[in-house]
Structure formats: C-alpha cells, structure tokens
Nanobody
Framework: QVHLVESGGGSVQPGGSLRLSCAAS????????MGWFRQTPGKEREGVSA????????YYADFVRGRFTISRDNAKNTVYLQLNNLKPEDTAIYYC?????????????????WGQGTQVTVSS
C-alpha cells in the first residue's frame, strides 16, 4: 500500500511556473515507477509524465514535452513535476500515481495508487 499526497498547485499567469511535489509513504518508494496525470471536468484523465524506479528514464506526453520536467528523490520518497511556460490549457487537477506492473508508462489504468490531486489554474 502506498499513500500519496500532492502539493504545490496554485494559480499562475500564462508563461508562469509551478513545482508540484508528491510525497509517498507506506511502502518502498523505489519499488514503483511514478507518473503525473491531469484531468479537467468532463474529460478523461490523461498521462502527463512518468519516471522509472531509479529515475534514469523519463517519459512525457507530446503536449508538455520541453515545458515540464519530472524528477524523483528516492531518499525523500518524493516525485516532482516542474511546470514551466504554463498555458491556459494546462489548467487541470494534477494527480501523482504509483505503479508496479510492467514497465514505466503514462497509461492511467496501469497505476495502482493515486493521490488526491492538486489544482493548477493558468489564467490572466
């Protein structure tokens, strides 16, 4: 069992930046690959980024590549998502998740544990 708690969301203007954090507890953090997802009302949850168990490889959705950066600190049981050059269409609830089945990916149904989400709002 893994308990995940996101933080760092907020309201920013277009072009601004935020850093999301996700603290994990309850199980060995390095046993899980980690992902960030987002969801807006009426839409399905979509994968944003993922990172392997050791942090050596990362994956990004095309719509955030070059703007967002995922990282993890296994000593602190925390995964991060740096959001730069934010756009209004990035407005969503952002969730972190932990997965252990198969290889690292950004498909929501492959993840086992989810945080409660943190709101990101990009507006002028």
């Amino acid at each position: 069992q893994v308990h995940l708690v996101e933080s760092g969301g907020g309201s920013v203007q277009p072009g601004g930046s935020l850093r999301l954090s996700c603290a994990a507890s309850g199980s060995t953090f390095s046993n899980y690959y980690m992902g960030w997802f987002r969801q807006t009302p009426g839409k399905e949850r979509e994968g944003v980024s993922a990172i392997t168990r050791t942090g050596t490889s990362t994956y990004y959705a095309d719509f955030v590549r070059g703007r967002f950066t995922i990282s993890r600190d296994n000593a602190k049981n925390t995964v991060y998502l740096q959001l730069n050059n934010l756009k209004p269409e990035d407005t969503a609830i952002y969730y972190c998740a932990a997965g252990s089945r198969g290889s690292t990916n950004i498909y929501p149904d492959r993840y086992d544990y989810w945080g409660q989400g943190t709101q990101v709002t990009v507006s002028s």
